[in-house]
């Protein structure tokens, strides 16, 4: 279990779970899959059903508290429905000889729509996030923030309370360009990538990759301005990713080295696999977040 992009959020209050009645209240929240007119259901599940597997509503270890949710939708093609409207208006005006009202169509669409879902194939996604309760971290292994509200929304639920903040609450643009001019702080190397935007009204974008940071060229799109947005940069020999200017965490990608020390666990201990990943993983991205906390001054907003 690798996370591949972070959404990272603060604790601001002190946070208790106690096992067992984290247990059932995410237990009463746990996934259902979509009735027959449904069109997407959501709900907790085992961290191990991401493999097949049963077992309880969360996984915990060293105090970091890794919680799963899954999603259902039906798969309804807009062609499919459009092409079946098509034909019913057609079908319509012909018998009436008058054409069918907007408001009519619409009736009609809906009722397609009705008839078609209990037909419709299924598909499941899975989000996945941990607490780390000693750390006051709340991570989210989404690219889109609609995606890690609605993990932070249904955990909120199931739980009463789940007092968060974005870990970057203003952006980090003027952080990150100083990477550039000046220096990278020291636990990361700033690889050859990244995006830089104009302040003016134009926006204009400079995107670049497979270019050394400190060449003349990205030297001229700075001194004229532009702020860095996105940087690519490797921590501690442990991974690589983006960081945007919003505070988010893309294209996590963990070495090798990192991995291998899960190799000897065989393949068809598919919980034992998963336990060993997800302590080494959650450990490097908070060891990380807490470094980037202190570096960029985050606690001081």
Known sequence: MWFKNIKAYQITQPLALDDDDLQNALSEHS???????DTATMGFASPFAIAGKQGPMFH?????????????????PAAVVNAELAEKVAQIEQETGSPVSKKSQSDIKQEIIFQLLPQAFTKNTFTHGFISLEDNLVVVDASADGKAEAFLALVRKAIGSLPVVPLARRSLQSELTHWLT???PAELELLEEAELKSTDELESVIRCKNQPLDSDEIKLHLDAGKLVQKVAFEYQDSLTA????????????????????????PKDQVEARLDAEFALMSAELCQLLIYLRTELKLTEE
Do not use: M
């Not at 996934?31 to 007119?37: E, L, M, S, T, V």
């Not at 799963?68 to 939708?73: A, L, M, Y």
């Open 31 to 37: 996934f259902r899959p979509c009735g027959n007119q």
């Open 60 to 76: 915990k270890i060293a105090n970091r508290i890794w919680i799963t949710v899954k999603k259902q939708e039906k798969i309804l």
């Open 182 to 184: 000046d220096k990278a």
């Open 242 to 265: 983006v960081i945007a200017e919003d505070g988010s965490i893309k294209r996590v990608k963990f070495k090798d080295r990192l991995k291998e020390e899960c190799d000897d666990i």
